[in-house]
């Protein structure tokens, strides 16, 4: 089946240091999603990408959409200590009824 | 603002309990999703459904079976719990296919 893998596992940068995660999937993908999960909280969800090389930009932070739909980027500049959590992609592969299928998840450690 | 609610936030049972765990969504949602989250391996799903009394296997359905009596509600049952299904589980409800998912809290389950 569909698998999504995402790398590093953990980060831990300086405030002010950027930051970046990366998904790599098995097959093409239809969509990629992005959520971010504080640490106790439950996963929110930051944006979605759906075009072919798309670039997306939220203040801070930046997603970005193989051209192949195959990977996707997050990158925060400057990363501040809210930023700390773990960052999870989810490929949607077209399969039955729009099933996701997520990334093991980046957690982010910010030093202030 | 989209609400999804778990009926417990944790939870302690013993190996071979019948374990009920109630998830219900207050904005009209057709597909509800369950997933386990354990470190190192992301969210997992376990069920999801796509309407009322309509279920799909998800990718760990092994142990687990999941009711939608009602549009807004979704249950996950564990038969008979074993210590291997000691984990967080988040329920998801989004309203079409390629849409946000929207989580719950969690219920972080213990069986000992």
């Known amino acids: 089946g569909q698998q999504v893998m995402q790398i590093p596992q953990y980060q831990h940068v300086q405030e002010g240091e950027d930051f970046t995660t990366y998904c790599n999937s098995s097959t093409t993908l239809s969509n990629i999603q992005w959520y971010k999960q504080r640490p106790g909280g439950h996963p929110v969800f930051l944006i979605q990408?759906?075009?072919?090389?798309e670039v997306k930009k939220q203040k801070r932070l930046t997603f970005q959409f193989g051209e192949a739909k195959k990977n996707s980027s997050l990158h925060i500049t400057a990363t501040q200590t809210t930023d700390v959590g773990t960052y999870f992609c989810?490929?949607?592969?077209?399969?039955?009824?729009?099933?996701?299928?997520f990334g093991q998840g980046t957690i982010l450690t910010v030093h202030p | 603002d989209v609400k999804v609610t778990q009926s417990s936030r944790y939870l302690v049972k013993r190996t071979g309990e019948k374990v009920f765990l109630e998830c219900v969504q207050d904005m009209d949602h057709e597909n509800m999703f369950w997933y386990r989250q354990d470190p190192g391996l992301g969210l997992r799903l376990i069920y999801f459904s796509y309407d009322v009394k309509m279920k799909e296997k998800g990718d760990i359905p092994e142990g687990y079976s999941v009711s939608r009596e009602k549009k807004e509600r979704f249950s996950l049952i564990l038969e008979s719990a074993s210590t291997n299904q000691t984990s967080m589980y988040l329920c998801?409800?989004?309203?079409?296919?390629?849409?946000?998912?929207?989580f719950g809290p969690g219920t972080r389950l213990l069986v000992l």
């Open positions: 989810a490929g949607g592969g077209g399969t039955s009824y729009g099933k996701l299928t």
């Open positions: 998801a409800s989004r309203i079409g296919l390629e849409e946000t998912q929207y």
């Open positions: 990408l759906v075009k072919s090389g």
